[in-house]
């Protein structure tokens, strides 16, 4: 079992920065890849941003260049840093840790982009 859990999340203004936390506990040894996604009101969920194991990252065409997922290994955290803030990038921010057998989801954190 792997447990996540996120932070971070908040109201920001158009063209702000907000940074997100996902903190990872339990089996980590079985995590292929962490991942972010979204889900904004009456719409899916939808991939944001991912890093496997050997720190190769992608990123969703809609926040590349201005998102940036890392990883702080010792501290079993995988950030978001989020800059040039939309209000479309309004939404529940959800980790997902991968492995070979299941997926794991945090809790989500709101993310609103308003002025």
């Known amino acids: 079992q792997v447990q996540l859990v996120e932070s971070g999340g908040g109201l920001v203004q158009p063209g702000g920065s907000l940074r997100l936390s996902c903190a990872a506990s339990?089996?980590?040894?079985?995590?292929?890849?962490m991942r972010w996604y979204r889900q904004a009101p009456g719409k899916q969920r939808e991939f944001v941003a991912q890093?496997?194991?050997?720190?190769?990252?992608n990123y969703a065409d809609s926040v590349k260049g201005r998102f940036t997922i890392s990883r702080d290994i010792a501290k079993n955290t995988v950030y978001l840093q989020m800059n040039s803030l939309k209000p479309e990038d309004t939404a529940v921010y959800y980790c997902?840790?991968?492995?070979?057998?299941?997926?794991?989801w945090g809790q989500g954190t709101q993310v609103t982009v308003s002025s």
């Open positions: 890093i496997n194991k050997s720190g190769d990252t």
């Open positions: 339990g089996s980590i040894f079985s995590i292929n890849a």
């Open positions: 997902n840790a991968a492995s070979s057998i299941r997926n794991y």
